[in-house]
Each structure stands twice: as structure tokens, then as C-alpha cells.
């Protein structure tokens, strides 16, 4: 089923990390999304793609550069922050502040390429040892849809993964099904958006003032427990 959503203009390329949106502090209307993976799987065509729904085949896989662009999701107006990563020579370029700054994390790997599937397990591995909010999406995108007939890696491989790192799945086409990739970008920022409206819950549950009285009884019981059986003989 479609997300009722539209984008507004063309999305603004900013190529200068210290303007990045500021992250760690979700605030419902501001989506930040890292996309990572090796050259040549499409990572750049597949969000020009979604931002503009224009295909550009050939980008310069050394520059990176973060979109800004307005969309409505649900009927409301979110501002999604899209960093496109730098591929070089020896590997990955992944900053520690950039997954910090990731409210979602799209990894993407070319179903023609496998090295480039079998890359994302070390990512994943280091992208978990450095995200701080246990509430960061992660989603597994399979580019290049298009050319089932030379794929080199199985859906079942894909869904171990996903299973693995607790991953959303989608399989895209930059080059040919625009929808496709409309489809994976909104889904992340509407998992993002369930996330924070679930945190927002909990923490205005949290503040309610009878929440707090009980918790303020609780905490010195529980110290006195804790207390009494260090000090309690072991048998």
C-alpha cells in the first residue's frame, strides 16, 4: 500500500559535515538517515532517486554529501536529513558521530555483486559496537532488482541477515521501479516515527505524577532489599 507523502522541491545537497542536523535528539519531525555500502551498489542513484525521481546512473562514489528534503508522511511534514557516504580505497568511510547522528541506517549491496552483501556483516558488526540508542532502524536494501537473472546472493541468505541484526528488508531497483525505492525510504522513516511516538509515550507515562510517587517508594525498598541480602549468611 502507498504512503500517503509527498516531497517538496528539489532535495539541497550540503557537503560540509559541521552542518550536519544535530542528532541524538529526535524530535519527531526531523529524520536523519546514514546510507553505506561499497561502491557501485547505487547508494546515490537510489536516493536521488527517491528525492527527485530522476535516475543519474554514474556519481562520484568519493564524494559525500548529506540531501535535506521536506516530505508528508500520515499527513504531517517531516524534514528527512539523507548523508550519502564516501566509498575509499581501503574500505568504508563510517564516522563514529555520523551513526550517533542516525536516526535509521540503510545498508545497501548489489544483488550482482557478492562482496559487497558479504561487506555488510562487518558493518553491521561495527555499527552496533558504536550506536548509542538501541532504538536506531537498520534496513538491508538489495539494489539492482532488475537483474535477478545474474544474482549472487539468495533471498534466504538476506533474511538470516536481517534476522541476524534485526534488520528491515527491501529489495530495489534505482534504474528501473521507482516505487520500489520510495518504498524502503518511507518505511524506515515511518518505523523511525513509530519509534519515537512509542519513547514519547513512556516518557510522559513516566512523568505522570502517581508514576513517580511509586517509583520515589520503590527505589529505597529496593536498596534496603538489596541491603539486607549481602548482609543476609550463605548457606
Not at 134 to 140: F, G, H, I, P, R
Not at 200 to 206: L, R
Request: glycine fraction near 4%.
Amino acid at each position: 500500500m502507498p504512503f500517503p507523502y509527498h516531497l517538496d522541491k528539489d532535495p539541497k545537497p550540503v557537503m560540509d559535515d559541521s552542518r550536519l542536523p544535530k542528532g541524538g535528539h529526535h524530535n519527531g519531525k526531523d529524520i536523519n538517515i546514514l546510507v553505506v555500502g561499497l561502491k557501485g551498489v547505487g547508494k546515490s542513484a537510489l536516493t536521488v532517486r527517491f528525492l527527485t525521481k530522476r535516475f543519474i546512473g554514474d556519481y562520484d562514489s568519493q564524494i559525500e554529501a548529506v540531501y535535506t528534503q521536506q516530505c508528508t508522511l500520515d499527513g504531517k511534514t517531516i524534514t528527512v536529513h539523507v548523508l550519502d557516504t564516501a566509498w575509499q580505497a581501503n574500505g568504508f568511510s563510517i564516522k563514529d558521530d555520523q551513526i550517533v547522528w542516525a536516526d535509521a541506517i540503510i545498508m545497501v549491496y548489489s544483488i550482482t555483486d557478492r562482496k559487497s552483501f558479504e561487506k555488510l556483516r562487518e558493518v553491521a558488526d561495527y555499527i552496533i559496537s558504536k550506536k548509542t540508542d538501541s532504538k536506531t532502524v537498520l534496513a538491508l536494501v538489495a539494489n539492482k532488482s532488475d537483474l535477478v537473472h545474474m544474482s549472487c546472493v539468495t533471498n534466504l541468505e538476506a533474511t538470516q541477515f536481517c534476522a541476524e541484526y534485526n534488520c528491515l528488508f527491501f529489495e530495489t531497483s534505482a534504474s528501473e521501479n521507482y516505487n520500489s525505492v520510495t518504498n524502503a525510504y518511507m518505511s524506515v522513516c515511518k518505523q523511525v516515527k513509530s519509534n519515537y511516538k512509542k519513547r514519547e509515550k513512556i516518557s510522559k507515562f513516566m512523568q505522570n505524577p502517581a508514576i513517580k510517587a511509586k517509583l520515589q517508594i520503590r527505589n529505597p525498598i529496593r536498596g534496603l532489599e538489596m541491603k539486607w541480602r549481602s548482609r543476609a549468611p550463605t548457606m
